[in-house]
């Protein structure tokens, strides 16, 4: 069995990893009119919550906003919902599948497809890897990898006493190449 201290430990080793795995991105190539470089902050619903239990899967509905740069250095603003399916355990590890959709201010809208993203779980802090493809609108065809930091929106001791962790709010970033 982990003690507490070994949890913590995993925990922080992940999330180092992760974001060493993040900063070693190359930047974007000037002529490219695909990439774009995104930062936001969302809010992230799961029903059935997050428990103890690692059998099953969870619906995950996010709403956000991105603040974006594309590869000419021009700013957009982007809503985006997303809709998608994740292991159910708030310890450590899950699986992650989703679709995001944005919103341009401009109106073009972009829709990605989250095929693999692990999460690493900590009583509701979470630290995830989502990649995917660009499927639709605007950069069809790209690459998407979007990174997030959760916290939980209620104590971690929801994770083991009633209905699970059902909200967090977080940190993310999505970078989108051809």
Not at 59 to 73: E, L, M, P
Request: proline share 3%; glycine share 16%.
């Amino acid at each position: 069995m982990i003690g507490k201290r070994g949890v913590a430990g995993i925990a922080l080793s992940s999330l180092t990893l992760l974001a060493a795995a993040v900063g070693g991105v190359p930047a974007a190539q000037a002529h490219d009119r695909t990439a774009l470089e995104c930062a936001g902050q969302e809010n992230i619903t799961y029903g059935p919550g997050l428990g103890l239990s690692s059998a099953g899967s969870a619906r995950v509905t996010v709403d956000g906003t991105y603040h974006c740069t594309d590869a000419a250095g021009r700013g957009a603003t982007a809503r985006y919902h997303t809709v998608g399916e994740t292991g159910s355990g708030c310890l450590l590890f899950a699986w992650n599948r989703s679709k995001e959709v944005l919103h341009f201010a401009d109106g073009a809208t972009t829709v990605i497809t989250y095929r693999s993203g692990p999460s690493v779980r900590v009583a509701g802090v979470n630290a995830a890897l989502l990649r995917g493809t660009v499927t639709g609108g605007r950069g069809k065809g790209a690459a998407a990898e979007k990174v997030i930091e959760t916290v939980p929106g209620s104590l971690p001791t929801e994770c083991v006493l009633g209905a699970g962790i059902r909200h967090t709010t977080g940190l993310t970033r999505l970078s989108i190449r051809p």
